[in-house]
C-alpha cells in the first residue's frame, strides 16, 4: 500500500466548494480506478486554509496508471502547496464499522 500526501491552500470563499470536490472526486477515483482504496481530507486547526488530503492506492503502478489517464489536480482558488508518496508500513485507525487494528508492521515489494 502507498499513500499519497496532498498540501493545499484553500481560499476561504471557495473553501466549501473544495471540500466537495475533494469528497465527490475521492468517490469518483475509488469507483473508476483499479486500486484506488479512498482517501481522507484534513484542515489546520493553526491555519483553516491549508488543507492535506491522504489518498490511499494499492501500488504506485496502479497510482501512476492512473495519473496518466487524468489531468492535474487543479480547483480555482486552491493551489496545490505539495505532493509526495509514501510507503504504508502499518494502519491502525478504528474504522467506523467496527474496532479492529490494523494487521500490523508489513512491507509491500517495491
Known amino acids: ?3 499519497v500526501i496532498y ?3 484553500v481560499d476561504p470563499d471557495v473553501a ?3 471540500e466537495s470536490w475533494w469528497h465527490q472526486g475521492t468517490i469518483d477515483i475509488r469507483t473508476g480506478f483499479p486500486g484506488a482504496m479512498g482517501s481522507l481530507l484534513l484542515r489546520s486547526h493553526n491555519d483553516p486554509d ?3 488530503g491522504v489518498a490511499r492506492w494499492e501500488s504506485e503502478r496502479r497510482l501512476l496508471a492512473f495519473r496518466e489517464h487524468v489531468a492535474p489536480l487543479v480547483f480555482e482558488g486552491a493551489e496545490l502547496e505539495g505532493f509526495e508518496l509514501f510507503d504504508e508500513l502499518d494502519d491502525l485507525t478504528a474504522r467506523a ?3 479492529a ?3 500490523g508492521p508489513r512491507r ?3
Do not use: A
Request: hydrophobic share 35%.
Open 1 to 3: 500500500m502507498i499513500r
Open 7 to 9: 498540501r493545499w491552500r
Open 16 to 18: 466549501t466548494e473544495f
Open 50 to 52: 491549508i488543507y492535506v
Open 97 to 99: 464499522d467496527g474496532p
Open 101 to 103: 487494528l490494523g494487521t
Open 108 to 110: 509491500e515489494p517495491k
